[in-house]
């Protein structure tokens, strides 16, 4: 045993922790330098054994041990830089859209926006229902499940995804997955490193996935690159501009960058030396700058937003003050900001929802939250209730319209109206409903992909 | 796995004052053996100068008695009773951010190593684990038996209070407000979507393979028992589509 502690616990800063008792100039000016390297890509850059696993990814497919699903040119790729400078490729149509759970469940205008968007574009893609979350929500927050799990769930969802044009008479590796979650993204990458690095781990899922009927040609399907929604719009940001109809260059947006998104294999993250001088990830911002809009930086940009997987659930005290006092408030009282817009399902629901009890602690804050597809959506002219569904956010999303000359109570007395009809069965679909049925009980081919090749469009 | 036995550090150092009884030395070297024997160790620990990079950065750290630094500290150096004692609950106090990691000149993963501790926390049966997630059943039984960990019905104004009266904006019956929502997929309330049978019965399988529902088993043993039965009914459901197919 050693010596006890003079009574002290171990805590945070452990026993050996003394104040260095700097001067007030000697503290601003320690603070300083903290300040100049913080929050920039030199960060994350300055450190070594950092490998593309994309590399071992080719060497395990030349080797028969794998089976790559590529991004081809039917996907219209778009290539863009990573952190190091890598390049990666970004598939722009024929996308399986893979959704997240929280997104559907409590934010529906999330996806529905990015879907309204590729519509516009003219961009092609299958909303389907076999696929699970990732459900990395659960095993963050709760600790239930572990890697194999995890690598197995991504298995089968990308896997479904190759083949799911088969039902509508299209060939495998049609449809290339698009992941909607910040979370699921930043899972499956992890898990995707794990199983490049670990002939152990690839051994055990094989039979999982032989078990489900999931394996190509006997190997394993592992996608070329793992793709985020926020990168694609990112890619069709100036496509997506030319249709913008409403001006906000009055705007002034705060951008929240998702953890899972950026923080977790950070080495796959889009950086661009013209958009924030390459030393902030780049999605969402640029987005946000190619609609004419201005992002305002504050300081606690780096912070994350306090979902924190488990405390969103049971113990929100913790989640409601760090979103509160460490982002809605820099947000507000820094910057200035008109809207605080993020790109991953609990950044945007924490950031939303966490408001209103603000006053009950005696700090009021009140900040529209929206996801940057949904601002997108809304000044490319798309509905605020049918499409943005801004009724199930809790923050201020009408003040938000009121700044960009959206007549806020017209729009939402027009929804009311269309309740009405879908009463009577007048539903308005983003596709044909039929289409969302893929296999299993209630699915009837419907040979759209096969038509459509022979026809020679998209 | 025989790490626990190399220790680099024999004697158990620990914290005198806690006031969590000391388990015998080879219960504590199970648990670490446990820790440490995970594909993941190796990469997410790689050395650790004390710099508190990953502390300062840390939202929890803000609000609880909670250090990265300490989690990779009592790890590192092999120190079995602190690593029993952080398990007790400062490893329910990490947001998994990951922020720590990006950070980290080391390239560990602190976020990362919490979630090792947290499931072996699980596997262990601690009561910590059981009374931190207590209120995690009704998302347990929505993840296991659907993929979902969310779904609008659980957005209740009742479990939500905190989040004020806007939880919607337009008065009109969940149902309603769902079929609204211009994605076929998501016209649903009990899930955030519609999940195909077969796609249920497949987790299901997953969950069994990698030992998920021994865990759960572990933890809750009633809602085990739940899920079993449910699960049971829709993969009986499905053999009797595919007995109609044939």
């Given at each position: 045993m050693s010596a006890p502690n003079c009574g002290e616990r171990l805590t945070g800063h452990g026993s050996e922790w003394r104040d260095a008792k700097l001067s007030p100039e000697d503290a601003r000016t320690a603070t300083n330098w903290v300040e100049q390297k913080i929050d920039k890509r030199s960060m994350l850059t300055n450190k070594d054994r950092v490998e593309d696993v994309r590399d071992v990814m080719w060497q395990l497919e030349k080797d028969g041990e794998i089976v790559v699903h590529r991004i081809r040119d039917e996907h219209e790729p778009v290539d863009v830089k990573t952190l190091y400078g890598w390049t990666k490729r970004i598939p722009t149509t024929r996308l399986w859209h893979h959704k997240s759970c929280g997104q559907c469940g409590n934010i529906p205008g999330y996806p529905a926006s990015l879907l309204w968007l590729m519509n516009m574009l003219g961009k092609s893609y299958l909303d389907e229902t076999d696929q699970t979350s990732c459900t990395a929500w659960n095993y963050h927050g709760s600790g239930i499940g572990n890697l194999e799990s995890l690598a197995a769930v991504f298995l089968r969802n990308f896997h479904q995804a190759y083949v799911s044009a088969k039902a509508e008479g299209g060939p495998e590796g049609y449809y290339y997955p698009l992941v909607h979650c910040g979370t699921s993204f930043g899972n499956y990458k992890e898990v995707r490193g794990y199983l490049l690095q670990s002939a152990e781990l690839r051994e055990r899922v094989k039979k999982i996935l032989g078990k489900l009927g999931r394996l190509v040609d006997g190997k394993l399907l592992i996608p070329e690159e793992i793709v985020h929604y926020s990168e694609w719009a990112h890619v069709m940001r100036d496509e997506i501009a030319k249709h913008r109809v409403i001006d906000c260059s009055e705007i002034r947006a705060t951008i929240h960058p998702a953890c899972h998104v950026y923080k977790m294999v950070p080495q796959d993250a889009i950086y661009d030396d013209a958009i924030l001088e390459?030393?902030?990830?780049?999605v969402s911002t640029g987005l946000m700058q190619a609609l004419g809009a201005n992002v305002i930086d504050y300081s606690t940009w780096y912070d994350c937003c306090g979902f924190g997987f488990r405390h969103i659930i049971s113990e929100r005290e913790f989640t409601r003050s760090f979103a509160i006092d460490r982002k809605i408030r820099v947000a507000q009282e820094e910057a200035h900001a008109d809207v605080m817009v993020g790109h991953d399902t609990g950044c945007i629901t924490t950031l939303d929802k966490s408001q209103w009890i603000g006053a009950a602690a005696g700090k009021e804050v009140d900040l529209p939250v929206l996801a940057d597809v949904q601002f997108a959506a809304l000044v490319c002219g798309a509905h605020p209730y049918k499409i943005v569904q801004s009724h199930w956010h809790a923050s201020s999303t009408e003040k938000l319209m009121e700044k960009l000359g959206i007549d806020w109570q017209a729009k939402k007395a027009e929804f009311e109206a269309y309740l009405e009809d879908i009463k009577v069965g007048k539903q308005e679909n983003l596709y044909d409903p039929r289409r969302m049925i893929t296999s299993g009980p209630g699915f009837k081919p419907l040979p759209q992909v096969a038509q459509a090749a022979a026809e020679g469009s998209q | 796995m025989g790490h626990a036995h190399s220790?680099?550090?024999?004697?158990v150092i620990g914290d005198p004052l806690s006031p969590t009884p000391q388990l015998p030395r080879e219960k504590l070297e199970e648990i670490f053996a446990d820790i440490q024997s995970d594909i993941r160790y190796d990469h997410e620990l790689n050395g650790c100068l004390n710099c508190g990079i990953c502390t300062a950065t840390c939202p929890a750290a803000y609000y609880y008695d909670f250090s990265p630094r300490e989690i990779v500290q009592l790890l590192w150096t092999e120190n079995l009773e602190g690593i029993y004692d952080a398990m007790q609950e400062k490893i329910w106090s990490c947001a998994q951010c990951y922020t720590c990691a990006a950070r980290c000149p080391f390239e560990n993963s602190p976020g990362g190593l919490v979630m090792l501790m947290r499931e072996t926390a699980i596997k262990h049966g601690m009561e910590s684990a059981k009374n931190v997630l207590r209120p995690f059943s009704r998302v347990m039984l929505k993840l296991i038996s659907t993929g979902n960990q969310l779904a609008p019905d659980m957005i209740n104004p009742d479990h939500f209070?905190?989040?004020?009266?806007?939880?919607?904006?337009v008065k009109a019956p969940l149902k309603l407000l769902r079929k609204a929502i211009p994605m076929p997929t998501l016209n649903t309330t009990e899930t955030a979507w519609e999940v195909n049978l077969k796609t249920s019965v497949e987790l299901y399988t997953i969950w069994e393979m990698t030992g998920v529902l021994k865990q759960l088993e572990t933890i809750d043993e009633n809602l085990f028992d739940v899920i079993t039965d449910i699960m049971d009914e829709k993969r009986q459901d499905y053999q009797d589509f595919l007995d109609e197919q044939a």
């Open positions: 390459g030393n902030r990830v780049a | 220790s680099r550090v024999e004697t209070a905190d989040w004020g009266p806007n939880i919607s904006k």
